[in-house]
């Protein structure tokens, strides 16, 4: 039987995605590698997984860069685009996948722990695409996808969440939101497209640590009963990476939970 020829849309393109030793950022750029593009493996201390992420995507035919960068600073964020940009020469995709998840009553929320979740889970998108499109802008057209939550939609999606208290989490993610929203609009100009992505639970590295009770007690709150893996995530992304006619968008993947 004869195949089809595989049409790589994103073939040669320069793709960053900050986080991306595991999880749903590994995932992503698995799923990108596959459709041709090259890639910048970004962490702040997994080194090691970061490196295997290397080699795996490399068995696609891709280049592969692998840069070390606390993104939440804007120094390390700065080093990371400009690393890629010596390298490859442009940017094409940058993922702002990079973030934290911390719970704590309001009440017990000390000043550092809030600074800490905003700042790793928005301020480090503001880092990386503040220095992302001026390379953008000047090449009139990119891509930047930011990873916010559900939470970030609802506050809280499932019951006994007020039993932790993710006002911080949920705060930072819909700060993502807003941010894009209003860049999209603000880089329209420059034929840049910016748009969120939302997933609800995913069975990260994580989660697979947690008791399968818990689990199995989530996902009873999920219209399709199970928790999204990071694929499922990751081809969505690359899916709004090859979308020309998509911007200022939040596209929610949570198995109708929201």
Known sequence: MKTGVVCMILKGKISIVTGSSKGIGKATVIELAKEGSNVVINYNKSEEEAMAVKRQVEEFGVEALVIKADVSKFKDAKHLIDTTVDTFGHIDI???NAGVFKSNFIQNLPPEEW????????????????EAVKHMIKQRQGRIINVTSIYGISGYAFPWYTEIGISAYAAAKAGIIGFTKA????????????????????????WKQSPQELINRISEHIPLKRFAEPKEIAEAIVFVAKAD????NVIVIDGGVI
Do not use: W
């Open 115 to 130: 600074r800490f979740m905003i700042d790793v889970n928005l301020t480090s998108m503001y880092n990386c695409t503040h």
């Open 94 to 96: 940058l993922v702002n």
């Open 245 to 248: 006619y998509m911007t200022g």
């Open 183 to 206: 860049l999209a609009k603000e880089l329209s100009q420059y034929h840049i497209n910016v748009v969120a992505v939302a997933p609800g639970a995913t069975l990260t590295d994580s």
